[in-house]
Structures are given as structure tokens and as C-alpha cells.
């Protein structure tokens, strides 16, 4: 090796470096631009989570509903307020009580009171 091949590796080892060096400091102080969090509105205030009941698995038309079949998941309260029909919150409201006929609850769907009859 001469002098000239020592002089080109010596740069390249170089330029190497320095590109490995950059890149680290650019994803050291790489921030995502959108982080989401879910639970916050655009005005940046927690939303208040509530319980409501779902079906725990797929229930037809007359159907009686009990404890059983029943399972809870949170919703956010903004969402529950902007509905146009009536889920129902209430377990009471629910339990012996029957499917409307005609009607079904797919597993894991939450109750509206249009499908619900005594």
C-alpha cells in the first residue's frame, strides 16, 4: 500500500465517521411531530370515561338478557352525549329484560334502548 491508498482509506474511514456521528445525534433529538393521545380533546382537557354495558356475546331476537351475557367497556362521555339514539348505561335497565324480535346484539356491540323490550 502507498501513501496515496493510505490518504483515500484515511478520508473514508473519516467521512464514515462523521455520517455515523450525525445520525446519531439526529434520532437522539428526533421527536415524533403527532403524538395522539386518545383520551384528550382538541382543547387539550381529559375526557371523563364511563361504563357501559356491551354484549358479551351475540344475542337474537328474544333473547333474555342476563348477568351472564353482560360485560362492561369504557366510552368516552363526549362520545355517549353526540349519539342521536340511547344507549343505556344502566345494567338494571337491562337485566330481565328481552331482545326485541327481529332484532339482534352482535357480540360486543352496547345496547340501545330500541332493542331492548320488557
Known amino acids: 500500500m502507498n501513501k496515496k491508498d493510505?490518504?483515500?482509506?484515511?478520508?473514508?474511514?473519516?467521512?464514515?465517521?462523521?455520517?455515523?456521528?450525525?445520525?446519531?445525534v439526529l434520532l437522539i433529538k428526533w421527536e415524533p411531530k403527532h403524538v395522539c393521545d386518545c383520551n384528550k380533546t382538541v382543547d387539550n382537557k381529559v375526557d371523563e370515561l364511563v361504563k357501559i354495558p356491551y354484549a358479551k356475546k351475540a344475542l337474537s331476537g328474544?333473547?333474555?338478557?342476563?348477568?351472564?351475557?353482560?360485560?362492561?367497556?369504557?366510552?368516552?362521555?363526549?362520545?355517549?352525549?353526540?349519539?342521536?339514539?340511547?344507549?343505556?348505561?344502566?345494567i338494571n335497565e337491562l337485566l330481565g329484560k328481552h331482545v326485541k324480535k327481529d332484532t339482534t346484539i352482535p357480540e360486543g356491540g352496547i345496547f340501545f334502548t330500541s332493542q331492548v323490550v320488557e
Open 62 to 90: 328474544g333473547t333474555t338478557i342476563t348477568e351472564d351475557v353482560v360485560g362492561f367497556v369504557e366510552v368516552n362521555s363526549e362520545y355517549l352525549a353526540s349519539q342521536d339514539v340511547d344507549v343505556i348505561q344502566n
Open 6 to 24: 493510505i490518504t483515500i482509506i484515511s478520508i473514508l474511514v473519516a467521512i464514515i465517521a462523521i455520517l455515523a456521528i450525525t445520525t446519531g
